[in-house]
């Protein structure tokens, strides 16, 4: 049996260009020293896989019979990566495939790239596409909602094992350059299937281009800094953006924020994030037009948008980059209590932005999206944050993703719509008793009160339409100018400051 799985490996890896035919006999042999075999014969195979998952789990259920592993998903990832590093190009062979595809287009070499974490498993295809995605229409354009089952939950096993594993600081976290080719813990994921692409960045700094193992959106990259240093908004990351779009300019560049509740995951390591795809905050019009004395050669506009966003445009990358850096500082210091903005509290700052670059037209644009992290009694965990009463959808901090229109959702929200859905169709009255669901209370009331044709048919339909509109209402929580009179009145007085 191992023998057949060896082959269709060796054959699917011919096939996606990991390997060349020159490449076989190496790479088989690293396979049968991985699974500790000393036979082998090679078999006719014809076949054509997208990914080597199918493959992958056959192998595994071998290695978990035979001890090599215990039978649990970190393992079993741990393990089938040490498989597909058998088979997996140098760094530099990836390095130099993507320059040479580059000369000849900047999408080829994206393409290939892109294509090889997936053919490789460092993309976990099968997984992502098991996440439930639509999208659902708003006044302010068609928002993208996923609801995240891509991630599996940790064994109890893993767990345990897990504690009596000594911490330790190599890499120093996930996004650091020496998770290349990192053989991985129970603690750590391995990375031996992980290439990155120098990014020829100006002043001396060095990035490099990597993609997301967990691509919420299509070529989801992310762009890490060589150092492992704090993520910092300024002058600098607008720059670093721009430039980014000057070497890859059919994807989007843009940045976390660098303060807690409204910055991302990961504020330890400075980094940003891209991808060949286009949201809806980057299809939304400008609202309305300003101008800055000095600043003629830039278009400046307020977007239509649930958070608060200034967007630059223009040919001229200099002037772009010292306004966008003037809009910065004056935010960082601005307050205006009768919108709840408050710049700093007990010298804690609040005020930062979300900056997302792009290429359109020929013309650089610059999104810089205004945020606040300050705390109240009546809102702990954060003024311009998810509120209580959308909690039962999305709690979670909204960071550069959910800013631009697209939410992540937890992966509880799917057996808790469907059993929403039963509910809807049955008309039941009350569902409090019902543990699962009982958090939703009070909006299934009023969707059984708004929805008075609710069917089979279109009862999860309703659903999904409906948990749009909540995540619209997240975005409207996190924008710290409301769209409304008073809050568009502000929005006006912070822009005529910016002199």
């Not at 789990?57 to 978990?64: K, M, S, V």
């Not at 800094?225 to 993520?231: E, L, R």
């Not at 037209?361 to 999104?367: F, H, I, Q, S, V």
Request: aromatic share 10%.
């Amino acid at each position: 049996m191992m023998n057949y799985e060896i082959n269709r490996l060796i054959n699917f890896a011919t096939q996606q260009s990991l390997i060349s035919e020159e490449d076989k006999i190496y790479a088989t042999n690293m396979i049968l020293g991985v699974l500790k075999l000393n036979e082998f014969n090679p078999e006719e195979v014809n076949e054509r896989l997208k990914t080597p998952t199918p493959i992958l789990e056959n192998i595994l259920d071998y290695a978990a019979e035979q001890n090599l592993i215990e039978n649990t998903v970190t393992e079993r990832d741990l393990f089938d990566t040490e498989i597909m590093n058998c088979v997996m190009p140098r760094p530099s062979e990836v390095i130099n495939k993507f320059n040479e595809l580059y000369e000849v287009s900047e999408e080829k070499a994206t393409e290939y790239y892109y294509n090889l974490s997936i053919a490789s498993n460092y993309i976990r295809k099968d997984r992502i596409d098991k996440n439930i995605v639509w999208k659902s229409a708003t006044e302010y354009g068609d928002l993208d909602i996923t609801i995240n089952l891509s991630k599996p939950e940790k064994d109890p096993r893993d767990i345990a094992k897990a504690k009596l594993i000594k911490s330790s600081s190599y890499p120093k976290c996930l996004l650091c350059k020496e998770n290349e080719g990192f053989y991985g813990t129970i603690n750590h994921p391995a990375r031996q299937t992980h290439r990155i692409i120098p990014l020829d960045f100006t002043q001396g700094q060095k990035y490099f281009l990597q993609y997301s193992p967990y691509t919420y959106y299509n070529e989801h990259c992310i762009i890490l800094n060589d150092q492992h240093i704090p993520m910092k908004i300024n002058k600098d990351t607008f720059k670093n953006l721009l430039i980014f779009t000057d070497i890859l300019p059919h994807y989007f560049a843009g940045s976390n924020a660098d303060l807690p509740i409204v910055g991302g995951s990961i504020l330890s390591h400075d980094h940003y994030q891209g991808g060949h795809y286009t949201f809806a905050m980057a299809e939304a019009p400008i609202d309305k037009q300003y101008t800055v004395s000095g600043y003629d050669d830039v278009e400046i506009g307020r977007v239509k948008w649930p958070m608060s966003v200034v967007r630059l445009s223009g040919n001229a990358k200099d002037k772009l980059l010292d306004l966008a850096d003037h809009i910065l500082s004056s935010w960082r210091s601005y307050s205006d209590e009768s919108v709840n903005i408050l710049s700093n509290t007990y010298g804690e700052p609040h005020n930062t932005i979300t900056p997302i670059a792009r290429k359109r037209d020929g013309k650089y644009e610059l999104d810089l999206v205004l945020r606040n992290n300050r705390t109240s009694a009546e809102h702990p965990l954060g003024i311009f944050h998810p509120h209580d009463e959308v909690h039962h959808i999305k709690k979670e901090n909204i960071g550069l993703i959910e800013v631009m229109g697209l939410a992540v959702l937890p992966a509880r929200l799917k057996e808790e719509l469907n059993a929403l859905k039963d509910y809807l169709i049955n008309k039941t009255a009350d569902i409090s008793n019902d543990q699962m669901v009982a958090k939703h209370s009070n909006w299934y009331k009023y969707l059984l009160e708004k929805h008075s044709n609710i069917s089979k048919e279109n009862a999860y339909e309703i659903l999904q339409e409906e948990v749009g509109l909540k995540f619209l209402e997240v975005l409207c929580h996190a924008g710290v100018f409301k769209r409304d009179e008073n809050g568009l009145a502000a929005f006006d007085r912070f822009i005529r400051q910016v002199k």
